[in-house]
């Protein structure tokens, strides 16, 4: 369960949206609002194909070749 610890002397309004958007972050609000109505068999397609896209990309973004010559990670160890 998603839960945050509300600081001293934090306001209210704040803290709701550390929340909303921690629930945001873990899909939470996503899935309540599919659930919320009946999903057809082709929304259910289309919601599918959506999140491998972006997985797709995400996949392809962090496996893309880096360019000859290009320098090396700044951080020196």
């Known amino acids: 369960m998603t839960e945050i610890q509300i600081r001293k002397g934090e306001p209210v309004d704040r803290a709701l949206k550390r929340l909303k958007t921690r629930l945001e972050m873990d899909g ?11 999903e057809t068999p082709k929304e259910r397609t289309k919601r599918k194909a959506r999140a491998s896209a972006k997985r797709g990309k995400i996949r392809y973004r962090f496996t893309l070749p880096k360019a000859p010559g290009a ?5 020196s160890a």
């Open 28 to 38: 939470i609000l996503e899935e309540v609002r599919r659930l919320r109505a009946h």
């Open 71 to 75: 320098p090396e990670s700044p951080v």
